[in-house]
């Protein structure tokens, strides 16, 4: 008997550890396999030996410690990162439940029932009263997975929970870079403002000498009208990166999630030890490891593993109930001797016509496509973010060094046209020229120190960030 039951056995077994899931192929990356080359990218060898973004913690990416400690405490306290860790804690549950609908479902049911039967519905002729108690351990309507129909919602389930476990990943690496740039923003408004307010200063006594002159009659009205009009734009100028630097701060303060104190905000860019430089490494599959594209290939699985579960629908649904329990006409008589009660019932549904089921699958498939499309596009995505970052940290260098040079000989056309100007020989048009290409200059070798500062975060933030386990110890 148990020899003949073996094959039966073993075949409820194979059915039951199978799914008819299509078997999922990684795709090929839809990039070329090494990093742009070009004029562009002429300098990103030049630092031989630089580590790579993941192998960096990102306090080690991070060497200003002031920025460590904000970076910290907005780890702690931001908003949109505890809403995705609450996310993942969802979905966890979720997979939970989908994952124990593959185990019986085991209740105690205990019941009681008491009716009047009417003579003509008695077995006896004559009306009475019946009274039924019951206590039942069984298994209610427990669907063996004889087709893998819930073991692919299952592993749906579970791909979906692993996504949004690299979305709260995501969410960490974007809050970091947020926070860094908005610091390094905030910095250069600074610095900006530093440069008004001694511009504005540098204006007004300039202004003062033209007045005075204006008022001996050795200078004339044009030239002091237009030493006002350099004061008025200063004036305007310090006015607008005032408004700048109080909305970074704003920024700053709504990241971290609370009050930046005041003695971790730096004054200028000269102040803030600058982030690591990092290599890009030799091949563009370390993309593949984002928590985006992770995120992006664990939806593919999941609605890889959906279209088992609609191919599941078109085969028999098996499930069953069972109880063992005790039965009596009396309370007090459940649990004598001859009351025992069972009941087994197996059922099985085959489904015979469901226009439902065909475009269930269709649907299925199509997701699968369209999730694909979403792969491929964050993948080319992120090549293009890299491809631009490299871009910039291949000229950056060469854009400061000019526009340092240009800062140095516009400072020396000043002080000569300002000399000319006070010993009567060129007119006050030539040192107003002067002056605004010196200011002008001035915040473009800013602008792009703060560039270069802040494409060093961009290129660890595109390339998938480090380690975001812990903080420094």
């Given at each position: 008997m148990i020899r003949n039951s073996l094959p039966i056995i073993l075949t409820i077994i194979f059915l039951a550890g199978c799914t008819l899931g299509p078997k999922y192929t990684k795709p090929q990356a839809p990039i070329p396999v090494d990093w742009?080359?070009?004029a562009a990218y002429r300098e990103t060898k030049t630092a031989t030996g630089a580590p790579t973004a993941p192998e960096l913690k990102w306090w080690e990416f991070f060497t200003d410690e002031r920025l460590q400690k904000i970076i910290e405490t907005a780890l702690d306290n931001n908003r949109d990162l505890r809403l995705a860790a609450l996310n993942v804690e969802r979905a966890r549950a979720f997979y939970g439940i989908q994952r124990a609908e593959l185990l019986p479902t085991l209740n105690v049911v205990g019941s009681g029932s008491k009716e009047r039967v009417p003579y003509d519905l008695s077995e006896t002729g004559k009306a009475m009263t019946r009274e039924r108690y019951s206590v039942d351990l069984g298994i209610l309507s427990w669907e063996i997975d004889f087709f893998g129909r819930i073991r692919s919602l299952k592993d749906r389930a579970l791909e979906e929970y692993l996504a949004t476990e690299q979305a709260r990943r995501g969410t960490q690496i974007l809050l970091v870079s947020a926070v860094a740039n908005t610091y390094l923003t905030l910095t250069a408004d600074r610095e900006h403002l530093?440069?008004?307010?001694?511009?504005?200063?540098?204006?007004?006594?300039?202004?003062?000498?033209?007045?005075?002159?204006?008022?001996?009659?050795?200078?004339?009205?044009?030239?002091?009208?237009?030493?006002?009009?350099?004061?008025?734009?200063?004036?305007?100028?310090?006015a607008r990166f005032t408004q700048l630097v109080a909305?970074?701060?704003?920024?700053?303060?709504?990241?971290?999630?609370?009050?930046?104190?005041?003695?971790?905000?730096?004054?200028?860019?000269?102040?803030?030890?600058?982030?690591?430089e990092i290599s890009p490494g030799m091949s563009s599959e370390v993309l593949l490891r984002r928590p985006d594209i992770m995120a992006a290939e664990h939806q593919l699985k999941a609605a890889n593993a959906f279209i088992g579960a609609a191919r599941a629908a078109f085969f028999p649904r098996i499930s069953l109930t069972t109880a063992v329990g005790t039965a009596s006409q009396e309370l007090s008589g459940l649990f004598k001797s001859g009351s025992g009660t069972w009941s087994f019932i197996p059922q099985m549904v085959m489904p015979i016509f469901d226009a439902r089921t065909w475009a269930a699958l269709k649907a299925s498939k199509a997701d699968r496509e369209i999730t694909l499309a979403q792969y491929e596009k964050a993948i080319q995505t992120a090549f293009r973010e890299v491809a631009d970052a490299l871009a910039v940290q291949g000229t950056v260098d060469v854009q400061l060094s000019a526009q340092q040079s240009l800062v140095n000989a516009v400072a020396e056309t000043y002080r000569l046209s300002n000399a000319r100007y006070t010993k009567g020989i060129d007119s006050y048009l030539g040192v107003l020229d002067a002056q605004r290409s010196l200011y002008a200059a001035q915040q473009g070798l800013i602008a792009l120190r703060l560039a270069s500062l802040t494409n060093r975060v961009t290129l660890y933030k595109v390339l998938g960030g480090g380690d975001l386990a812990s903080g420094p110890s």
């Open positions: 742009p080359t070009g530093k440069l008004s307010e001694s511009t504005l200063e540098t204006q007004e006594a300039a202004y003062n000498l033209i007045r005075r002159r204006y008022e001996v009659g050795l200078a004339s009205e044009l030239d002091l009208r237009r030493a006002q009009t350099q004061v008025d734009s200063a004036r305007g100028d310090m909305q970074d701060e704003n920024a700053l303060n709504l990241l971290v999630g609370s009050s930046v104190p005041s003695e971790f905000l730096p004054v200028d860019l000269d102040s803030v030890s600058p982030p690591k």
